[in-house]
């Protein structure tokens, strides 16, 4: 099996674990901030394991914990106690490491000592570093492969790594240290002999950087240099100041809104040839990495929070369109990458390496994307500059996408090593019939044509505005016939819902599923079909309370704790929501909005990839699934898309206009956000229950207050 074609779910990660997240770095741990080296646990850095254990000791004994903190996607502070009995009086001694995870990590350690004595202890910490392969870990298959040394060298420990001509380490800066080494496990202690004085405190810094061929990288946190100025701190400071800001009467919504800002700029990723360039990694903690549907998506939906997280993922996924034709990676001319990855068992790099580009959703996505941000007001030199890659990607649609030039875009893997399921629902069984048996390729999808269809649109929108009536009038043509093609072919008049693909056969898929809903949110159902997909999305067998499920509760493959059939997904059901919004079913579209910001609610604000498919009527909260990314860049995005459907707020700034026409839940206003990025301006929105005021943009923008394409109609004006 290749590193494309996982054997097995991911395992999952312990109750009460923290994930702490930076650029395409990230460390997960138990609530004490120890790493024990099993599961998932571990410091990761370029979708390496660099640090498998970091483990603190008293006197031999772990610390008990007492909380975690975690005020900055990055930064966690963990509190915990020593009990100690000290003559005839019972003290603690308190235990306070602060962590701050980037380019490796470093760790502020503290030990306070309440009572009226000095306390003397010994300090430990044990570190090791397994070098294991994200795939490996994310498979539960971590083998000891390669050369794995430790060396004590000063203060400092030295662990490293060679394997397949590839070399990797792990550095221990450790202060005030005694040092020994494990030479054959790549493994250490840091020792440290400590007298706590009388109602005061201990202090020491540890710092952990990676080595990648022999070069360590440049720290994050370095020793000599304030927390405060480190790059990461000063990232979220600027992303931060430069967002917009949020205010609504709904306790919910505004949690979630506030953590989707936070989540979203932690998940950023920076191009190493050009820092400004930021995108967006698809989640942690097993895709943090360039994702093309996903970073898409993301970019999509985030484009209300910041508007250059979708130029910046454009620009990064250009360089690395396809130019040849390659079985094993799946390249092909023009095509949008799937995967980007780090790791040496995946022989993955931004900086040159390998690409996996096994999506039939990306490539036509990417040019929606494009289309999209040029609604928002982009400079018309960046679409310029864009334009070509935009028809690049067309061409593959009709190329390549398109095997047996009947209309559609289709998918099958070019070798055994590829993704069987090449679209959002991409598990080995995501795709299946009503009777639960499993379709098989090649495999045209709904939603893809769907995206298609957007994809030909944005063209003739963006020929439009060039002043190229002709090549308009040429893509809205091709709009229009995939359209009737689509809802001639894809719908299944006995059972009123929409075939989630057909097969080799070209026989309808005809599961009931959520993804049908996607097509509703780019406009490619005839609007006489509408409400029957609408009816079936709300129905019982669909809807939990908590949202719609991927798949309906009647059909042969349900099962409400799986990956892709019947759970629940924030995001498809975020593009749901636009969907029946944008076709008018307005009530069912609050209904779906109003039970997903709930479940942020309990889940703290923060909703997960995916959660458990039961319905609300079984158990009184949703239910987690077990091994769900959180955070993860379209959940992350979902609160931010909820928003704009519910305020139906589009904007077209190269006709000067913009839509809004609020339809807020009860109990949702008064709401204000300041500071959305629309043309070269900065505008206000605030909704009470009388009245809705839009401030900030030029007088030569008019706007319209009802919505935009009611009728379900294409999203790009005619």
């Known amino acids: 099996m290749g590193p494309w074609t996982p054997e097995r779910e991911p395992v999952g990660m312990a109750a009460g674990s923290v994930t702490l997240v930076e650029g395409s770095s990230f460390c997960i741990c138990g609530p004490s901030g120890n790493l024990r080296g099993v599961g998932p646990q571990g410091l990761f850095f370029r979708d390496t394991r660099v640090l498998s254990r970091w483990d603190l000791r008293i006197d031999g004994e772990h610390p008990e914990a007492l909380a975690a903190m975690t005020p900055e996607p990055y930064r966690a502070t963990f509190l915990a106690r020593v009990p100690r009995r000290t003559g005839r009086t019972d003290a603690n001694l308190l235990v306070e490491r602060e962590r701050l995870v980037g380019n490796g990590l470093r760790e502020n350690l503290v030990i306070r000592n309440p009572a009226g004595e000095p306390a003397a202890c010994t300090v430990t910490m044990t570190a090791e570093a397994d070098f294991a392969d994200l795939f490996a870990v994310k498979a539960g298959r971590v083998q000891n492969l390669g050369v794995r040394r430790g060396q004590a060298q000063g203060e400092r420990l030295v662990l490293q790594h060679r394997w397949r001509g590839s070399h990797r380490g792990t550095v221990v800066e450790a202060p005030g240290s005694q040092v020994t080494a494990d030479g054959d496990r790549s493994a250490g202690t840091i020792t440290y002999r400590v007298v706590v004085p009388s109602r005061g405190q201990w202090t020491a810094t540890l710092l952990v950087t990676p080595v990648v061929d022999e070069s360590s990288v440049e720290s994050s946190f370095p020793l000599d240099r304030p927390v405060g100025e480190s790059v990461p701190a000063v990232r979220l400071q600027r992303w931060q100041e430069n967002t917009p800001l949020a205010t609504s009467g709904h306790v919910g919504l505004q949690l979630a809104l506030r953590r989707s800002q936070q989540d979203l700029g932690a998940l950023r990723i920076f191009a190493p040839d050009d820092p400004s360039l930021a995108a967006v990694a698809a989640g942690a903690p097993w895709f943090m990495a360039l994702f093309g549907r996903d970073s898409l998506l993301t970019a999509y939906m985030a484009l209300p929070v910041d508007r250059s997280l979708a130029l910046g993922t454009l620009r990064t996924l250009a360089r690395r369109q396809g130019r040849e034709t390659d079985p094993l990676t799946e390249e092909q001319p023009g095509r949008i990458l799937h995967e980007v ?46 334009l070509p890659h935009a028809d690049r990607a067309l061409d593959w649609v009709q190329q390549y996408g398109d095997r047996d030039s009947d209309g559609f875009v289709e998918y099958q893997r070019a070798t055994d090593r590829g993704l069987q399921n090449q679209g959002w629902k991409d598990s080995w069984d995501g795709v299946n019939f009503a009777d639960g048996h499993l379709a098989e390729t090649p495999i045209a999808l709904c939603e893809v044509q769907g995206y298609v269809y957007q994809a030909y649109l944005t063209r003739a929108q963006l020929a439009r505005e060039a002043g190229d009536d002709a090549a308009a009038a040429q893509w809205t043509q091709r709009a229009a016939t995939l359209k009737t093609a689509f809802n001639e072919q894809f719908w299944l008049p006995g059972q009123g819902w929409f075939a989630i693909a057909l097969d080799r056969d070209k026989k309808p898929v005809d599961a009931c599923a959520s993804i049908m809903g996607h097509c509703l949110w780019i406009g490619i159902v005839d609007t006489d079909k509408a409400a029957s997909v609408a009816e079936h999305l709300l129905s019982p067998k669909m809807f939990t309370g908590w949202g719609v499920r991927t798949l309906s509760n009647a059909m042969g493959a349900y099962d409400p704790v799986s990956y892709h059939n019947g759970s629940v997904w924030p995001h498809d059901n975020a593009l749901v929501v636009d969907g029946l919004m944008r076709y008018g079913f307005v009530a069912e579209a609050q209904k779906i909005a109003t039970s997903l910001l709930e479940a942020a609610q309990i889940f703290g604000g923060r909703l997960p990839e995916l959660f458990c498919g039961f319905d609300r009527s079984e158990y009184p909260e949703p239910v987690p699934y077990p091994t769900s990314c959180s955070p993860q860049a379209w959940a992350s995005a979902t609160p931010v898309q909820l928003m704009r459907s519910l305020l139906r707020f589009d904007p077209y700034m190269p006709r000067h206009r913009l839509w809004v026409a609020p339809v807020l839940p009860e109990g949702f206003a008064p709401v204000r956000i300041d500071g959305v990025a629309l043309g070269g301006a900065r505008m206000s929105l605030e909704v009470s229950d009388e009245r809705t005021t839009v401030e900030g943009l030029s007088p030569a923008v008019e706007v319209v207050r009802e919505p935009y394409s009611a009728n379900g109609g294409a999203l790009v004006a005619g």
């Open 341 to 386: 990855r780090l790791g040496v068992d995946s022989g993955l790099s931004l900086g040159g390496g390998s690409i996996y580009y096994g999506t039939a959703d990306a490539t036509p996505l990417f040019v929606v994307l494009l289309g999209e941000l040029a609604r928002w007001g982009a400079e018309p030199e960046a679409i310029r500059e864009l």
